[in-house]
């Protein structure tokens, strides 16, 4: 039985991972920044698990943290796969961007050469599409691609979060080129990554849909987004373990592509009896509602700009389908209402 080690095994895309690599056979050492956490992970896969014997050996934890050493070397004893899913992901820009940069940066260069030392061969780390589209793209092309790169200094890539995961995710290919040639890396790049969480306990992603029906926004601002199942990316990191052809390979995962105000209309024709609101604000006013809310400041950037994504790859080399952007919708609305979150 394979040994993983899943790094952020209590976040929402790492409990989908969690089970996933539970119900593929994989023996599973889940890290968490604090023990107390390991019910609340055993509790969220427990009623999807094909089989749940022996789980307590299957299922282990250890408690590690991004920003200390310790633990590491006895997290990684006996591993073979390092599947590094931990990073920080806020809606709103931080105060000072080194707060998200550091962390991820630092945070992936820690579990890189903690798994060389260990001799830990296999590599599968999670980054995102923001290290992929802070970038104008080159002429003849209208979708965003895995040959590209964020530019940092870029309108759109100079966002803290931005920054954080290209930084990151360079920093990990350049660690593996020049330190561990012998460590085949797959970096997997999700998208807006939404559908139902696991249990009560999800991160940042999940609140768009609930910002919509809750009508927090009077008007919405003129943003696409491309989006992604929870369940497509778990898939997509587990099965890359054993996919030769995905060695050394960035790998974008993504359905499509929706605009904030087609997201909300659709919202609305399933809840037709809902405050949700579906007009699109003027781009003047979001740029004034910024000055005061970081959360719009952080999107300011992305006004108006198409999000078009290329899932050809991971579509080809997982022979798969992703799951299509209304069913996701629907179903991460159909969880937050059902669990009490939002009311319809």
Known sequence: MTKVLLTGASGYIGKHIALELLNQGYEVRASVRNLSKSSEVQKAVMPYLKDSNNLDTRLTFVELDLEKDK???????????????????PIASPKDENDLIRPAVEGTLRA?????????KRIILTSSNASVYGCDLPAGK???DETMWTDINHPVGRTAYTKSKTLAEKAAWDFIRNSAPEITLTTVNPVLVLGAPL????GSSVSIIERIIKAEDPMLPDLSFALVDVRDVAFVHV??????ATKGERILASSGTISFVEM??????????????TAQAPAFLIKLLSFFDNEIKAVLPLLGRPMNVNNQKAQRLFDM???PIKVIIKETSDFLIKNGFVNV
């Open 142 to 144: 209208s979708e965003f």
């Open 112 to 120: 890189l050469k903690a798994a060389h030392k260990s001799g830990v």
């Open 264 to 277: 909300a209309k659709y919202l609305k024709s399933i809840y037709p009896k809902s405050k949700i609101k």
């Open 199 to 202: 249990d009560n306990n999800f």
């Open 71 to 89: 633990g590491w070397d006895e997290a990684l004893k006996d591993i073979e796969v390092l599947m590094h899913t931990a990073s920080p992901f």
């Open 239 to 244: 099965e890359a373990i054993k996919n030769e």
């Open 321 to 323: 389908k992703f799951t």
